[in-house]
């Protein structure tokens, strides 16, 4: 198992680094040696599930918190001292904590204000800022008439106006419907790319991560267990939180029976026998061993006939339940004799495979050697 | 659950139950006890003439105090029940008796009646008798000799700016106006508003020296060294200057008024009987002679004088020389409308 | 009978919830309603000989309120009154911050001390005022022992003394409302202040202050209205030449024995804080 990527040095693209930061609340350690590297320019989202340290670390970014240890670096500047108010970091809040007492226009103005710009640029500026979240016009509205969609769009403009080096959004869109909030997901990535501001996004939602991530730095109890683009925390998770809390995996236990240069063999669940291939930079623990095992569902072929294509490991299951979702179907199947209640999920499109009605039918489920992952050590 | 729950409330009834009975069986054999309800002003009587009067008849006394005759009147006109005696300046009793609040003593009840001095007998203000004189006094001005050089000797001196909010005045109308009405020689009969609003001037213009208005507390502000000039009445003078012996009591040379607070008894008194056995005690020589003693009052009561204090009785700021008797005046008594305007100029002058 | 009974009371709610309100109904109405009522029907009636009252009605007793020779009582209670105010919201404005953002876990225990002198009796607490202000008092005391007087100074009966004893009784009426008003500013506002580039300062004078203003003008107007009708500390403290509203009116009853007058004269100051609390909760619907 590799550890999880670091950097402990900054390298020169690096525009936001953190460095071993950690932060306890009395007897609670909330954020544990986190060291994280931001790009120029990218979208970075640390995700992972609620009390996990993502706000924290955020807010330590921001610097509302000051970190226990380690440091924060902006730009090659260490400000892990600086107040929040002297750092160029712009935050967007979860509940957008726009100024009730103030206008569209002066909300937005108020951070340019602050770093006194002149008047006339702030005219300028202001409804530039208002047309980028497309709420044109909207200068003199007060706040509390406008509806949630409309005052994150402010509470966006209003951070954005003053051209940070980095914008911080704490879960923006948790509190918008289904909708709107996968329009704003777009509309935010097209608005990165078009000001070119890193912005380090904070959410649960993995499906919102992986929309608009360029990397995704996945946290669990306060450490990262993962950092990497879309596409390898998807295909190469490298524990069972990140396989299982992205797109969701079938976890198995498994011994190592005994292994060669890229291959392992591994007895599934006590049952199966598989030969599996190893990742270039993959170890396997020694003989004997026991490992965490995972396999997406959708990596699960359900066959009713025996006609498998060449290759795949074959086992012999009853299909025990189906699971409609409109664009697919969840298919539970039980896999294994011995531990009967280990239901392993497969996923089918619409209409590829036929769907019984019938329960408990034998089926054969199959699965491409290369699409079993293995994880690190089964301790449990 | 519910079983011993009620088991012990059961349990608590029982035992309370036949507790009641008795309970309410207590409270009404504290009514019937004997006992005299006693309204008085504080440092007024002697510390034992109660305890021995109850020891004597066995009637308990329960004594309750005020420092402030207006609100006293207000107090037992607005129904305040219970008192049995009570003790009224001589000014208040024609208000008493209008609004029906005391009962005239019967005649012929007080053995000890004609232990009075004939002076008192029958006076202006209660020529019925329907109430008792209890002690008498004069109304005069008390300082700190250590703190005022010159004596002072007229009612002018407590006008005198260079005592500024060094000086108190008594928390009432009668004493005030009067002080007023002998500077301005203005007759206690007027009914004259113009006169009046003289008096209310007078009064308004002395008010920057005045620190305090007050009958009892500043007492305590003579003591503390807060005031160094007040009006005062003789007989609390003379209790306060027992604590400081720097205190001195004057009869200004306009003069001044005498007067007596009197025994009454209350309308509705449930315990009349022993309230005029209470008086009749009051009476006596000895008793009332105690008292004046203590409270270093005069005393109306002729009877008593072998056994008044030498000292006092040799003392003629207590008890003033014939020639100076001759000269105090008792208040006029004033009708209805004359004791408005008194009021009514009274209260203007103390929130100007 | 029951829904007789329910009728009568404003019909459409159950009896229960009548029978609920019972109480604090029947208290109301016997020991402020009623009273009340009985001083307005008195506001009209004559003084009669002594004091006694005479039921023949009429107006009167208003038009003498409005004689110019109250206007000095009037214009010193509106002082006092306006004095204490102030003087509540310059110490009650931080003491409300304090309790709001830095007390943590203290908080509690000062909001009971801010409610204890409310609760003690005040005669009790304005005489012991005396005994800490008079001349040979803790005060005076305490300053002569470090030299910084060599003669104590009367602060007895002054204005001084008034005022302390009106902000001391007055403090939570100002304090209670501003703390309510800064606890419901949302921290993330503050905090977006502060994101933004406002420091500490700027932050409280551009979002805290104004977001916190409801409050103040509550505490003024809920310091402000009660201190109108005050005489006890006056009466204590204080002293005659500094005798306001509420004394003038306690006078008419204890000494003047002119009960129609005062009841006349509170009959108005009643209107006065009613017509202002009135006015108050219609701007704050605005």
């Not at chain 3, 009978?1 to 009371?9: F, P, T």
């Not at chain 3, 009636?45 to 107006?59: M, R, S």
Request: overall charge neutral; hydrophobic content about 45%.
């Amino acid at each position: 198992m590799d550890p999880p990527e670091s950097a402990a040095s900054p390298a020169p693209a690096d525009y936001l680094c953190l460095s071993g930061v950690s932060k306890s609340y009395g007897p609670l350690t909330v954020v544990r040696d986190v060291s994280l590297a931001v790009a120029r320019g990218e979208i970075l989202t640390i995700l992972g599930p609620s009390g996990c340290g993502k706000t924290t670390t955020l807010r330590i970014i921001a610097g509302f918190e000051s970190p226990d240890g380690g440091r924060v670096r902006l730009s090659g500047a260490d400000v892990t001292d600086t107040p929040a108010y002297d750092r160029d970091v712009h935050t967007v809040f979860q509940h957008y904590a726009l100024f009730p007492h103030l206008s569209v226009a002066d909300n937005i103005a108020f951070g340019m204000r602050m770093d006194k710009v002149p008047e006339d640029e702030i005219k300028k500026r202001v409804p530039e800022a208002l047309a980028m979240v497309k709420l044109s016009g909207f200068e003199s509205r007060r706040i509390q008439s406008m509806s949630g969609g409309q005052m994150q769009r402010v509470a966006l403009a209003r951070a954005i106006a003053g051209r940070p080096a980095v914008l911080l959004l704490d879960e923006p869109l948790g509190a918008l419907d289904l909708k709107l909030r996968k329009e704003m997901q777009l509309e935010l990535k097209g608005l990165q790319r078009r000001l070119g501001i890193a912005f380090i996004y904070v959410t649960h939602d993995q499906e919102e991560a992986m929309t608009m991530s360029d990397r995704i730095a996945v946290f669990n109890h306060g450490r990262i267990e993962q950092v990497g683009t879309p596409g390898e925390i998807y295909e190469m998770p490298k524990t069972s939180f990140v396989a299982d809390f992205i797109g969701g995996a079938n976890i198995f236990s498994a011994k190592v029976l005994r292994g060669e240069p890229g291959r392992a063999h591994l007895l599934l669940e006590d049952e199966h026998e598989l030969n599996v291939p190893l990742d270039a930079n993959e170890s396997l623990p020694g003989i004997g061993a026991r490992v965490k095992v995972a396999i997406r569902p959708e990596r699960v072929k359900v066959f009713y006939k025996d006609e498998l294509p060449f290759g795949l490991i074959r086992f012999d299951a009853i299909l025990k339940d189906t699971v409609f979702l409109g664009d697919a179907c969840q298919i539970y199947l039980q896999m294994f004799k011995k531990n009967p209640e280990r239901l392993t999920i497969a996923w089918a499109g619409g209409d590829r495979y036929a769907v019984h009605d019938d329960m408990d039918v034998p089926v054969i489920a199959a699965v491409d050697p290369e699409d079993v992952y293995i994880l690190e050590r089964d301790n449990g | 659950m519910a079983e011993p729950v009620s088991r012990r409330s059961f349990l608590k009834a029982a035992i309370l139950a036949p507790l009641m009975p008795a309970l309410l069986a207590a409270c009404r054999r504290a009514d019937d006890k004997r006992v005299v309800n006693f309204f008085n002003w504080s440092n007024y009587i002697g510390k034992d003439t109660l305890p021995e009067f109850t020891k004597r008849t066995g009637v308990d006394v329960r004594y309750d105090l005020f420092a402030d005759e207006d609100e006293m009147f207000t107090k037992l006109r607005a129904g305040a029940r219970g008192y049995d005696l009570i003790v009224v300046g001589d000014y208040l009793i024609p208000r008493f008796k209008s609004m029906n609040l005391i009962e005239p003593v019967p005649a012929g009840t007080l053995k000890n009646l004609d232990n009075l001095g004939p002076r008192f007998r029958r006076p202006v203000y209660d020529p019925d008798e329907t109430t008792v004189p209890y002690l008498w006094g004069t109304t005069g001005i008390a300082y700190n000799k250590k703190k005022i050089k010159k004596a002072p000797t007229s009612w002018w001196d407590l006008w005198d700016p260079q005592y500024k909010d060094r000086v108190s005045m008594l928390d009432n109308v009668r004493d005030c106006i009067s002080v007023a009405m002998q500077l301005l020689k203005i007759p206690q009969t007027t009914r004259d508003p113009e006169d009046f609003k003289k008096i209310r001037e007078l009064l308004v213009k002395q008010k920057p020296l005045v620190k305090q208005y007050s009958s009892a507390s500043y007492l305590n502000s003579l003591v503390a060294g807060e005031i160094d000039l007040a009006m005062t009445w003789s007989g609390d003078l003379f209790q306060t200057a027992r604590e400081n012996p720097d205190l001195d009591y004057v009869i200004p040379k306009e003069g001044t008024y005498m007067w007596v607070d009197c025994l009454a008894i209350m309308r509705g008194s449930r315990h009349r009987a022993d309230t005029l056995r209470l008086i009749d005690y009051l009476l006596e020589p000895s008793v009332a002679a105690g008292i004046a003693n203590s409270v270093r009052y005069a005393t109306p009561n002729q009877a008593a004088q072998p056994e008044v204090d030498k000292v006092l009785l040799k003392d003629p700021r207590v008890y003033p020389t014939p020639a100076l008797m001759k000269q105090l005046q008792l208040h006029h008594v004033l009708d209805s409308e004359q004791s408005e305007l008194w009021s009514q100029t009274w209260a203007d002058v103390k929130v100007a | 009978m029951g829904k007789a009974l329910s009728w009568l009371l404003g019909g459409r709610k159950p009896l229960a919830s009548h029978l609920l309100l019972a109480p604090a109904s029947l208290w109301l109405i016997f020991l402020l309603v009623i009273p009340a009522g009985g001083l307005i029907v008195l506001s009209f009636a004559k003084n009669g000989p002594y004091g006694a009252i005479v039921w023949e009605f009429g107006l009167h007793n208003y038009a003498r309120a409005f004689d110019p020779k109250y206007l000095p009582v009037l214009f010193r209670t509106f002082a006092f009154a306006a004095a204490t105010t102030v003087v509540c919201l310059v110490l009650g404005y931080p003491l409300a911050y304090y309790l709001t953002f830095r007390a943590g876990r203290w908080r509690n225990a000062l909001l009971v001390g801010l409610m204890v002198p409310f609760w003690s009796s005040c005669l009790v607490a304005y005489y012991s005022w005396m005994i800490v202000l008079g001349k040979e008092g803790l005060l005076n005391t305490a300053l002569i022992r470090f030299g910084f007087l060599s003669e104590p100074i009367g602060f007895l009966y002054t204005p001084f003394a008034i005022l302390l004893g009106l902000v001391y009784f007055y403090l939570p009426f100002t304090v209670l409302p501003l703390y309510a008003s800064l606890d419901k500013v949302p921290r993330s506002v503050i905090e977006a202040a502060y994101d933004l580039g406002a420091g500490r300062w700027t932050a409280f004078w551009k979002v805290t202050l104004p977001l916190s203003l409801p409050g103040v003008v509550a505490g003024c107007i809920l310091t402000f209205i009660p201190c109108l009708g005050d005489f006890l500390t006056v009466e204590i403290l204080g002293g005659p030449r500094y005798y306001l509203l509420g004394n003038l009116i306690s006078n008419q009853f204890m000494m003047a024995q002119d009960w129609p007058f005062g009841s006349a004269l509170t009959s108005l100051l009643l209107a006065g804080l009613v017509g202002g609390l009135w006015l108050y909760q219609r701007w704050e619907k605005a």
